[in-house]
C-alpha cells in the first residue's frame, strides 16, 4: 500500500500540495512511518487564497512549513473516528478544532471534509476544501 505522499502524487487533486511539501521537505515526513493523518487541501482549495498571500507564503518556507504540518496529526484518524472529538493537536503544535456543519459534514477548523478515508500504507488522507491556517502564522 502506497504510503500518504505517495498517494498524494498520484492523485491530481493535489498537486499544490505535493508542489508545497517537496518544496519544504516535509513530503518526506509523510513518507515516514507514521501513523498520521493528512487533511489535504484540495488544489481547489489553494485556489481561494489570495494570490498576494499565496506567493508570499509559498516564498516565505518557514511559514509555509507551519502551515502544512498544522495540516497533519500523529495517528490513524478515519471519518467515524472524527466524529467523536473536539479537537485533535497538530504536527505544528496548535490544535485541530473538529465540528459538524449545518449540513451534518465533518468540519476541521473552517474547512470541510469533502474526500474522506484515503486509507494509505501509513495513515489516512481527508481531502479538505480550504486551507486552514494556525495562529502563529506572521505575515
Do not use: Q, W
Amino acid at each position: 500500500m502506497l504510503n500518504i505522499a505517495e498517494t498524494a502524487l498520484k492523485n491530481d487533486d493535489f498537486t499544490i500540495l505535493v508542489d508545497a511539501l517537496s518544496s519544504t521537505g516535509l513530503i518526506g515526513v509523510l513518507k515516514g512511518t507514521g501513523p498520521f493523518t493528512l487533511f489535504a487541501p484540495d488544489d481547489t482549495a489553494f485556489s481561494k487564497i489570495d494570490p498576494v498571500m499565496m506567493a508570499d507564503l509559498i516564498a516565505d518556507t518557514l511559514n509555509l512549513s507551519k502551515v502544512l504540518f498544522y495540516h497533519a496529526v500523529n495517528g490513524k484518524y478515519m471519518l467515524n473516528d472524527l466524529s467523536g472529538l473536539i479537537s485533535l493537536s497538530s504536527m505544528e503544535g496548535s490544535d485541530i478544532f473538529i465540528g459538524i456543519s449545518r449540513r451534518g459534514e465533518i468540519k476541521v477548523n473552517e474547512a470541510i471534509i469533502t474526500l474522506a478515508d484515503i486509507e494509505c500504507g501509513n495513515g489516512v488522507i481527508h481531502g479538505i476544501d480550504a486551507v486552514i491556517f494556525p495562529s502563529v502564522i506572521e505575515f
